[in-house]
């Protein structure tokens, strides 16, 4: 299934967290699950911060992303805008809140949803909940902020 991300124009499709042109990168894809939006990754050896658990960095990476993924989307549904090739809203992060509740394993997939708290014409607030192993890990705010296409170049 493609996600928002595959949407991006390339000079939008950079981005660590979730640019399918950043071979370093996570390369998430975020899309529609009902009224929710959802991301998966699967953490590697080297996301360890302490043996058997993932990183905090990596987690709040996640959640940023997943963010300014669902606020594209959330957008691009508002607009009544049908995705295709590079015409995807594209969103940055314009604040992001992390509250860690418990340690998150690593070893299995991990699951982000989003829910859409409010949207504008150029801001959109999601409200995610991370988990790993169907427990509630990790949730977030992020507010992102649509940009001009021109955005970077």
């Known amino acids: 299934m493609k996600g928002i991300q595959d949407y991006y124009p390339d000079h939008f499709a950079q981005c660590y967290g979730c640019g399918r042109l950043n071979e ?10 009902g009224e929710e939006t959802i991301t998966r990754f699967v953490p590697k050896a080297y996301h360890t911060a302490i043996p058997g658990f993932v990183y905090g960095g990596l987690l709040a990476s996640l959640i940023d992303c997943h963010g300014t ?4 989307l959330a957008l691009a549904k508002n607009q009544g805008i049908e995705l295709s090739a ?6 940055v992060t314009a604040s992001l809140q992390v ?3 418990k ?3 690593i070893g299995g997939e991990i699951e982000i949803k989003g829910k859409i708290k409010e949207i504008g014409a150029r801001k959109v607030i999601v409200e995610a909940e991370l988990f790993a192993n169907g427990v509630l890990c990790v949730v977030g705010e992020v507010v992102s902020v649509l940009v001009p296409d021109n955005f970077g170049l």
């Not at 993924?69 to 594209?72: D, I, P, V």
């Not at 590079?86 to 969103?91: D, E, M, V």
Request: aromatic residues 12%; hydrophobic residues 25%; proline residues 12%.
């Open 24 to 33: 370093h990168g996570h390369q998430i894809k975020t899309f529609w699950n």
């Open 69 to 72: 993924g669902s606020a594209a």
């Open 86 to 91: 590079s015409n995807a809203p594209r969103c």
């Open 99 to 101: 509250k860690y509740l």
């Open 103 to 105: 340690p998150t394993p």
